[in-house]
């Protein structure tokens, strides 16, 4: 973290916690002292959290009270001072150059000071920006397991906040008619902050970029609001600031090591600019650099109790905030007559496609094939070249198949509980049942591996359970397993897209598009592959709506655009769900998006609320399972996308990476319950699922 201009003075070392991940730097201090006058390259956010302080910024001065907010833009020179003994506040440093990954052209962003006011208006918006600061404190202290790629989602969910609820100004690429416009203006500014200590003329700056002279002015003038002369100058003053009271040059030598060619036109700007001359700058604030400290250095190891305290209160005040809203409220009398009530059918979890028959010969794939039946449970499990080349001998003699190994692979099968769907060879017409091969093999084309497959398994498993057999022709399985992509596929979005649609259909055969257990091998990882796991069997978001999707009961109790509740003897299931607006209303797969911009029209939908009531339960005692799935718990895609690592995992480390990327689990018990509330707030692309679990006696 670079600070220019004079050091800090001291703060408590204990509670100053220093994140470089991946490039990202992001610098928390916890400050008792007076600051001189400094700037840094990094966006800074103050947050008072004891006593009294006031900032000056460019000139101007804020006071700030407890809990009080602050925004310090990159390069704006500033102090702070202390207005009582007891003063104390968080310094958040951010470098907005790292956050351009995920926030297309945030570092374009200026805020405005004045609008951080602590009011009625910007209560809940200033309590959700302490509440993301006190997360990215605890992260960084406690330094936790994957921490790191939990900071980057509450570093980006805080300036989405402050962009969505404070104003700022902007220079957007988007703005521009073109690519080639903004490259333009801006290689126009730059020429100007990197030459202003120079003499330099509109004449050099068209030159530069081969632009007429009067385009020149116009473009300077269009988007700055200031003449060149203006703009020049102003650069050149803004400078003297820093020179005026971090160094002991003369006035003269200030102006001309700044680029003006005489001091009476550094007087001239400088007060237009800053409303005082140089001297008079200098003599108000070069006192400062010097401050002391307002009180002697707390003792880092008492304080830390009150701060850690603090934090939590900021965060359980933005959960307050949250339950005050509007909210979707939802009644359900446990004891309503469900004759009438609508049998919710589970018709996705039909079959999964696992690709070529031979990997469920594989350990890793067979463990988690049973976790899938355990989380999911399919009913069947189609397969392709089951009779193939892989099972067959040298000599193609279907007389001397391999039916050991076909049947390793059937009778795996049958262990999951599930029945095979088999994909049979190109050019044969697929059989009503394995008894049709045996008693009229003659009616359709059928090669002697079928006909030899019906007599190997007709005498090793029941009747009933080869019935339920399904044979299809390999063109009715395209695309192939695991080949259709799109960038969403990996995200979050997919969670509760999925489920929507599976509730509601809207975008049709949305139950088959997404049935391959892995991504294509060829795609690489994190490419959009349509599978439920990765080709190197990481869960993705798409396995988790899955899996909530499946633990829902068969009577359906209430259902809506965002929700289904439903009931299993004495359990009640809550599915919920927050899926953006664009999501809903067109096809995943006909949405065009950026590989490093993939959430950018999916994170600006409102928050969701719900209130739900759950009438005249029995009276005993109840268990409550809350599982939550986001960004931060439980999307593989969000915690690894920048860590290449991933690609070469170990089957254990694998296992180890999907049990630490999980959603997010509550459990609770409700004692004598006749009637159970929740409160739930889901932010855009979050799926809850809520079981209540009646414990017999």
Known sequence: MTMQGAFLPSSV???????????????????????????????????VIQGNLEVQVNNKHYLLKQDDIIIINDEDVHCIYSRDDSMAFISLHIDLRYVEVAMANISYILFSYDTMKNTSENAPALCRVRSKIARIILELKDKRKLYESRILLQVTSLLNILINNFNFTRKDPESYKSIEQFERIWNILNYIFNNYRKKITVRDIAKH?????????????????????????????????????????????????????????FNKYFQKFFECSPAEYRNKNKSQTGISSATETKDAINYDDFLMNKLREYISEEQIIDSSKDFTSLDVDFTEDLDYRRQLVPYWKEYIDVGDASVLL?????????????????SHIRIHNLLGNNFSSETQDWGTYNWNTANKILDFIKALKAYPIIVVPVGNTPPVNLYQLLVDNTSFKAEPSLVNLAKNCLNRYEADYINRWIFVNHKDCEPASGSDTHL?????????????NILHPVHAGIAKRFTSLYDSAELGLFMGGSGICTANGLRKPLYHAYTFLSRLGDIVLSEGNNHIITRQGDNIQILLYNLPEL???????????????????????????????INNLSGDDYIIEQCKLDRENGSIFDKFVQQEAVKYLSAKETAQVNNACFPQIKISLASSCKKWSIRSCLVPNTVEFIKIIHCDK
């Not at 020179?243 to 005489?262: H, K």
């Open 488 to 500: 969403l596929y990996d995200t979050a979005v997919m969670a509760p897209y999925f489920i929507h």
């Open 583 to 613: 999501a809903r209303n067109h096809p995943i797969w006909d949405i065009i998006v950026e590989s490093n911009k993939r959430y950018a029209d999916f994170a600006q939908d409102d928050v969701i609320n719900f209130h739900i009531n």
């Open 209 to 265: 970029v081969h632009i007429s002279e009067s385009y020149v002015s116009h473009c300077i003038k269009d988007n700055t609001d200031m003449s060149f002369e203006d703009l020049l100058n102003y650069a050149r003053s803004d400078l003297a600031t820093r020179m005026l009271i971090t160094t002991n040059m003369s006035i003269t030598r200030v102006s001309y090591e700044c680029g003006f060619s005489d001091p009476k036109y």
């Open 362 to 378: 594989n350990d890793n794939v067979q463990r988690l094939m049973f976790d899938i039946q355990d989380d999911i449970g399919f």
């Open 13 to 47: 070392s204990l509670n100053k916690y220093y994140n470089t991940y991946n490039k990202l730097p992001i610098e928390a201090t916890v400050n008792f002292d007076a600051e001189p006058f400094h700037w840094h390259d990094e966006m800074e956010i103050i947050c």
